[in-house]
């Protein structure tokens, strides 16, 4: 099997990937094309004022039903192919396609007048398609062949050594026979032929090789922002260790193991532990989205989001009841169709959900889940009536390390990046995360949040 396939282009999933949407894009034009030949063929003489004669009438039908049948074969056959460069693959396929229509449309131009058709410039427009998909040495062989074959017929023509199919009422004066005209038209097609091919031959390369340098460039940044995560976890991970030895010794003086300590004294370290716990937690965070940014694939099964949402309310039990919140789930789902997804991922993500939602919810407030059914998927809404978040800070909420403000004058304790591990958690699943506020349980002095999300079934 000759290799039409460039070096560069061998393990390059966007070229074989345009090659393939191209042979689709060309059977289903082919199919327009045989609807256009047989309106033509039927409708000429009423709308054109030309007739055609019974060997043309049958010439012409043979090639439009030929054109169809190949068509059809083709469409069969193209879902078999392998993109494999040593084998039948989309660029042989394309050129099957390529030598079968220049074959049909010189029938057509032949039983059309030759020289004489306006079909002839239809020549063109193949040597440019031709130009987007095939090699240079393959698309300027078959240009050359074809100017060669069309020159042939219309000379053949020219000494009668063979038949000119004329199409009555096209022309008022036979033209197949002025050697100064064929002469002329045979040269202006043949240099328009071959500059097409040279150029768009051109234009198509270079775009191919401009979309692998891009996808090569985008494979070197996914590799440096795997190489910084590293880092960002090798650095951390080393901060962590003597936060964690800071915050134990901390626990010991403020538990009295070294003796009692003065009340002034001890409010400074109960600020310090506070604020190294913190510390511990921000470390956390940022361990946990940087493991979660290195995994290319996340573990799949059959998840029901209910139990997703029983298993984090019964962890966040003592803190509901420590709030007094009301916590109310609404399953409005018909069928309770499960999701393909990573449960403990999506834990994660539900319980900082939650979390936040009982944080910044005062003592007795009210906490909503509601589950609804979506067109191939399901919808997720967790509203409360907290303190909300301004409408200035909507659009950056889910950043990393971003606080809203309200939050940040209210003292309230964070590290900033819980948002934003909720959001890659469900790009992860295929899904969507959005927020509003005020949300639906909004009170006069508490606007709410609610956040929804939607995950693919």
Known sequence: MISLVPSWAVYYDEFWGAIGRRNSWFIKLRYGAVAMLFVFIVSSEFLLGIRFTSTQLLALTIITCMILVYNGILQSIRIYLKCDPNKFNPLHFSLVQMILDLTALMLLVYFTGGIETPLSMLFVFHMIIGSLILPGTVIYTIA??????????????????????????????????????????????????????????????????????????????????????????????????????????????????????NEKVLSKLQRIRARSAEAIL???????????????????????????????????????????????????????????????????????????????????????????????????????????????????????????????????EGTGMGLSVIKHVIEKHGGTVSVQSPSRLALTNRPGTSFIIFLPT
């Open 282 to 412: 921000l470390t956390n965070d940022v361990l946990k989205i940087s493991k979660l940014r290195l995994l290319d694939e996340i573990t799949k099964e059959e998840i029901e989001i209910r139990d997703i949402f029983r298993t984090v309310l019964l962890k966040q039990r003592a803190n509901i009841e420590k709030k007094k919140v009301k916590v109310h789930i609404k399953d409005n789902r018909k069928e309770r169709t499960k999701i393909l997804g990573d449960s403990f991922l999506l834990e994660i993500a539900f319980s900082n959900l939650i979390s936040n939602a009982l944080k910044y919810t005062e003592d007795e407030g009210l906490v909503e889940i509601t589950l609804d059914e979506k067109e191939n998927g399901v919808q997720i809404e967790i509203c409360d009536n907290g303190v909300g978040i301004p409408g200035k800070d909507l659009v950056n909420i889910f950043n990393d390390f971003y606080r809203a403000s309200n939050i940040r004058s209210k003292g309230y």
């Open 144 to 261: 050359v062949s074809v100017i060669v074959i069309f020159v042939g017929i219309v000379f053949g023509e020219y000494i009668n050594l063979l038949p000119h199919h004329a199409v009555v009422g096209l022309l008022p004066t036979p033209l197949y026979q002025n050697f100064k005209f064929i002469m002329a038209y045979s040269t202006v097609i043949g240099f328009v032929m071959f500059m097409s091919v040279v150029l768009a031959n051109k234009i198509a390369n270079q775009l191919y090789r401009i979309e692998q340098e891009l996808v090569e460039s985008l494979e070197q940044l996914n590799a440096s922002e795997i190489e910084k995560q590293k880092y960002v976890m090798s650095v951390v991970h080393e901060i962590k260790t003597p936060l964690a030895a800071l915050h134990s010794y901390l626990d010991i003086i403020l538990q009295g193991f070294l003796g009692p300590v």
